[in-house]
Structures are given as C-alpha cells and as structure tokens.
C-alpha cells in the first residue's frame, strides 16, 4: 500500500481493493477539497464514507479472518496459540455489551496528554454506539505504552464516575481483534506496523498482556 496518487473515488476503491476487498466495488463519496487550502500542499488528509458504514459496522477483523489468514504471518509455534485465542474471543463476545455513546477511534494521537492527564480528545467523526469495553480495545498498546497501567487505571475511573461495571476480557477480545487486525492488513499491504515490530512480535506482546492481566485465553471456560 502507498499514498494514494490522487483524491479520486476510483484512487480509494482501488486501494480498497488491496487492504480490505469486503469495502471495494462499493459506492464511495469522497468530499471536496476545503477551498481555503491554496497553492499545491505537500499533503491533503480527508475522510470517505464507504458504502454508507457508520462506526457500529466499521469493526476489526473478525476471529474467521484471523483463523485463515493470520497464521501466514506468525510464527509456526503461534499458530495453534492464535486459534485458541480466537476460540475465546467468539466465546468472551458471543453475547452483545449494552451499548453507550463510543468515541470510536480512541487511539493515542486521538488524545492530548499533559502531565499524566488527559486534557483533550479530538476526531469524533467515527463516534456512536457500541459497547464500552469496544472503546477501550486500544488502550493495552502497543501505542498506549509498554505495559496494561493507563487500560487499568481508566478502567476504575470509569467505574467510578459511572458505576458500571467494565469487563477486562471484553475490552481484551476487542483488543485482540484489533491489535491482529492491524498487523494482518499492514503486513498483507507492504505497511510497516506502527509500532515497526513484526507481526509475531505483535503476537509475543498481546501474551505479556494477557499475563500483566492475569487472563488465560488459552484455559478451558467454565460451561454455563
């Protein structure tokens, strides 16, 4: 994957084609350059409505997709891990989180931070509703810090101030959806991983995770 060569609706959907073939061949409404940008920019940054997506079905990739394409991108010794992992992430969502009001991107260049607090959240165009744990599903990292503290510490806050109760298997099966998700199209794409690691790293780092977390995707569940 590269920049795209032209603001086009034709330069989107072939791009489409490449990193996620589901969304291709679709309608695509590509808005008008702002006109008070003059001159020739070095770049130009937009967004594109596909299909008429919002954010409820704008979701990672689902565990099926992992199953049958991450294993390409792991090491021999993850793939077993990998397919356990997604057996538990079907079992942890099978059933639906009540829905609140998501910012939907909450990544860390969507959020400014002065001191340890958080002092403005920006980008609320993917914003409506979803559960809450799907909100927190980028916080454990890789680009949130090394360690699972921030997820930790907002997940009590948020529990105070709301009085609901936060499910840290939710938030890490959305995690795990999303942190695979990310490696699988980057890498299927030529893109280096943000946190330029590889994908196995990816995998050894969702483990240290679920660890610090005191989580075993990988023990049998209770029957119910």
């Not at 086009?8 to 409404?29: F, H, Q």
């Not at 397919?83 to 910012?103: I, N, T």
């Not at 979803?130 to 806050?157: C, I, K, N, Q, W």
């Not at 995690?175 to 980057?186: E, K, P, V, Y």
Request: charged letters at 25%; glycine letters at 8%; proline letters at 9%.
């Amino acid at each position: 994957m590269k920049w795209l060569a032209e603001c086009s609706a034709a330069a989107l959907d072939e791009a489409l084609r490449v990193v996620a073939p589901e969304l291709s061949g679709g309608p695509v409404t590509v808005p008008v350059p702002d006109p008070a940008v003059k001159g020739d920019p070095l770049w130009w940054s937009s967004s594109a409505v596909v299909c008429e997506l919002g954010v409820a079905q704008l979701l990672p990739a689902t565990t099926q997709t992992l199953r049958e394409r991450f294993g390409r991108w792991a090491r021999p010794d993850q793939r077993r891990i990998i397919m356990r992992w997604c057996d538990w992430c079907d079992a942890v969502l099978a059933s639906p989180g009540p829905a609140v009001l998501v910012h939907g991107d909450l990544h860390g260049n969507n959020q400014v931070w002065d001191r340890g607090k958080l002092r403005l959240v920006v980008d609320f165009e993917t914003a409506g509703a979803a559960e809450p744990e799907y909100d927190l599903r980028l916080f454990p990292g890789p680009d949130m810090g090394p360690g699972v503290e921030l997820l930790t510490s907002v997940m009590r806050h948020y529990q105070k101030i709301t009085g609901r109760y936060l499910s840290t298997d939710r938030v890490m099966a959305w995690h795990l959806r999303t942190a695979l998700d990310d490696a699988l199209w980057r890498s299927e794409a030529g893109i280096p991983l943000t946190d330029h690691r590889t994908p196995p790293e990816r995998v050894d780092d969702l483990a240290a995770r679920f660890t610090m977390l005191g989580i075993d995707p990988e023990a049998p569940r209770p029957l119910r």
